[in-house]
């Protein structure tokens, strides 16, 4: 009896599994950016240091740039992510420019990394796989039509009735 309830708590653990949520993405706490920090053009600033680590920080856009480490950054409209109505910007700590999703999404255009045609690709690929089973040719058509024509003509001429 002992392999049977080790059965059925293995599969109550893997139900359990299956039905937990994965954990969404918080900014800190300290790091967010309120109502009224927002109207005096503060955003969340989210840098990517030389060992692949990040740090949050709040900065302040004057006149379109922000500084951070002694260096004035670019924080045009175009950089300025949201999630969750709060402003972000991603920085590249070696980069002046900060992660622009408008030029990212070009650049994916016309080196073919974009997925944008991948959904309408694969409903053809799938409407392709169903309808492979190919049509009947018109050979096979005319064949099975006369031999049903002379089967019928057949019974209607030789029939003993």
Do not use: C
Not at 61 to 82: C, M
Not at 129 to 136: G, L, R, V, Y
């Amino acid at each position: 009896m002992g392999l049977q309830e080790d059965i059925k708590e293995i599969k109550q653990k893997l139900q359990e599994q299956d039905t937990k949520k994965p954990k969404e993405f918080k900014i800190p706490f300290g790091k967010r950016v309120g109502a009224g920090k927002k109207k005096q053009n503060y955003v969340t600033l989210i840098k990517i240091n030389e060992n692949s680590q990040i740090t949050f920080k709040k900065v302040k856009i004057v006149d379109q740039t922000f500084i951070e480490d002694d260096v004035p950054r670019l924080a045009s409209a175009g950089y300025v992510l949201f999630h969750k109505k709060n402003p972000i910007i991603i920085l590249p700590s070696w980069s002046v420019e900060p992660f622009s999703p408008l030029v990212h999404y070009n650049k994916s255009l016309s080196d073919g990394s974009n997925s944008v045609g991948y959904p309408l690709l694969m409903a053809r690929m799938k409407k392709e796989q169903i309808s492979s089973a190919k049509p009947m040719g018109n050979f096979i058509k005319w064949a099975l039509g006369i031999g049903l024509l002379g089967i019928i003509l057949y019974a209607i001429f030789f029939s003993g009735g």
